[in-house]
C-alpha cells in the first residue's frame, strides 16, 4: 500500500502531541523528555487496511489448518519406503520430507499469523507507568507484627523449653527418612570395579566367529577382539561384563616389544589388552598397526602398544591394563588369571 | 677297436665325430629340455613374473630395493601376497607420490593386466594372500544384518558407522569407503594397508568378509538412498551441530529481529 492511499481526512493531525509534548525545560537538560509522539500505523486510521489485515491474519491461521490436514494425509497416503529426489536434499524418503514440510509450515503460519496480528491490529499506544513501593503500609504491618507476636507468647513455645527442643529434634529427624530410602538406588558397587570374568584357563573366544583363538590364528599386524568363554551375547548380564571384559588381541613381533613386563605376559608376541579406555570408558579399538599406537575416538588419548600401553598423548591418567596370557595343553589362548588392576577409568576409591 | 683306431686318419672322420656330437647333444636336450605343451601355463606364469619384475625394476626397486626386500623408504615386499599389490597398486596407492603421514589414493597408473604381472612378481618372492575370487566378495549368500553387527565391531571405530572416514594421529586417516570396489575392501582387510589393520580369514571369516562388504554396498553404495535427505557429510553431531548452530538459531535470531522490529507507520518521519 502506497502513502497515497491513506485519506488525509482521518490522520489526526494535532494528536501526537496530545500524549506527551516534547517539552523543553529551561535551565535542566537533564529533564524527563517524556515519551516520544505516538504514529498511527495505516491500519489505525484506515479501516479498509485494516480489513486486509484482518484477511491476511485469517488466511495465515487457514493456511494452517490445511496443512495440519496435509500432514494427516500424507502420513496416511504415501508409503514410508517410498524415495524421491529433490535438487538441494538428494534423495530422501518422500513421507519423511511431507511429514516435515506439512508440520513446519502449520507450526510457522500459526506463529507468522500472530505476530502479524498484534504488529497491524492489536493496539501499539505506548504507555507509562510510575513504579510504586511494594510493602505494605505501615499500619498493616504493624498488625501483623503485633499479632505474630500475641501467637508466639499464646503458644507458650518460649515458656515450655521440653516441647520446643522435642519439637526442633522430631524436625531435625525428619529428613532422615528421606535418605534412607537413597540407600535403594542401586545396590553398592562393592569391589565389582575391581574384578571382570577373567580367571586363570578361560579361553579367548574370537568376537566374530565365536571359536576360541589359537596363536596361528593371530597374524602379525591384525586386530581381534575377543571375549571370555562362557560369556554369551544374549546372556542376561552380558553388557554388565564385557564392558569390563572386552580385550583386543593384537601381535606385534617380539623385538619391538619395549616394556620387559609386557613381553613377560604376552605369548609369542601376541598381547591382550583392555578395550576400555582408562579416561572415561569409551572403547578404544583405532589401532595403527605400523606406529602400535591405539587411539581413542572419544577425546584422542594415544596409548603405546609396544610400550606396555603407555598413555603418550591425551587425558587417559594410566596405561590400558594388560591381561597375562598363555596356551593351554590344546593350544588355545588362556588367561593366566585376571587384569591385575581394575579395568577402565580411574574411581574414588582405586588407589 | 684296432680297425676303428687304423681309420683316424681318414678324411670323414672329423665329419663321423661331429655328427655323432650333435647328436649326442640333440639328444641330450631332447631328455632334458621341459615338454613343450605340458609346460605351457607354468612358463606363462614364469613370463608373468619376469614381465612383473621388469615392471617392478622400473617403477617400485627404488623404495623396495631390487629383490623386494624393502629398504629405509619402504617395507619388504616378501610374503605380502598377490592381494596386496593388487590393492595398493589397483586402488593408485602405489607408486607413492611422495613420503608422508599417508599414501593417499589417487589415479591408477599401471593396467590391470600389468598389476597382475607386478603381483605375480610379488607373490613369487614368498608365499601371500592370493586376489580373492569374485565368488568370495560378491554379494550372493551375504548376510546385511549380520555385516552391519561386524562392521561396527571391526572397522567403524575408525571408518564411521557407515564407512564414511575418520581422522587418525598426526595427519593419518581412514579413508572414506563409498565408491571403493568390493575386490579391493575385501583385499584391504586381508592384508591390512599401510596402519590399518590386518583381518585374516582365521579371524576374520571369508563369510564374514563377504557380509561386511554387502553391509557396506547397502549404507554407503552407488545406490544408497537415504531416508533423511541431505546429509551434511554422515559424520554425526559435528557436522549437524554446525548446521543447526549457524542456519536454526541464525533464522531464529533474524525472526526475533524482525518481530521486534518497529512497526511500519502511517506518516513517514
Redesign the interface.
Known sequence: MSSQDIPEKNLPAEQGHAHGAVGTVEGDPFADPGMPPHEHRIQDIDERAAKRSERVVALLFTVSMLATIGFIASYVAIPHDKSIYLFPLGHISAQNFALGVTLGVALFTIGAGAVHWARTLMSDVEIADERHAIEAPAEVSEKVKADFRLGAEESQLGRRKLIRNTMFGALALVPLSGVVLLRDLGPLPEEKLRHTIWRKGKLLVNMNTDEPLRPSDVAVGSLTFAKPEGLEEHDHDFQNEIAKAALMIVRLQPDDIKDKRELEWSHEGIVAYSKICTHVGCPISLYEQQTHHVLCPCHQSTFDLSDGARVIFGPAGHALPQLRIGVNDEGYLEALGDFEEPVGPAFWERG | MKKLSARRRHPLAAVVVLLLALAATGGLYAVFAPAGKAQAEETAQSMAIDEGKKLYSVGCATCHGTGGQGTSDGPSLVGVGAAAVDFQVGTGRMPAQQPGAQVPKKKVIYTQAEIDQLAAYIASLGAGPAVPTEEKYGPEGADIAAGGE?FR??CA??HNFTGKG?A??NG?F?PNLEGVSAKHIYEAMQT?P???????D????EK?KKDIIAYLDAVNGDKT???????LGGLGPVSEGLFGWIFGLGTLIAVAAW?AAR???????
Open positions: 561386524l565391531t571391526n571405530q575408525c575418520g587418525l594421529t593419518k581412514a591390512g599401510q596402519n590399518m589393520p590386518s583381518f585374516p582365521t579371524t576374520l571369516s564374514n538412498e537415504s531416508a533423511g535427505g541431505l546429509e518481530v512497526t511500519a507507520k502511517a506518516k513517514k518521519s
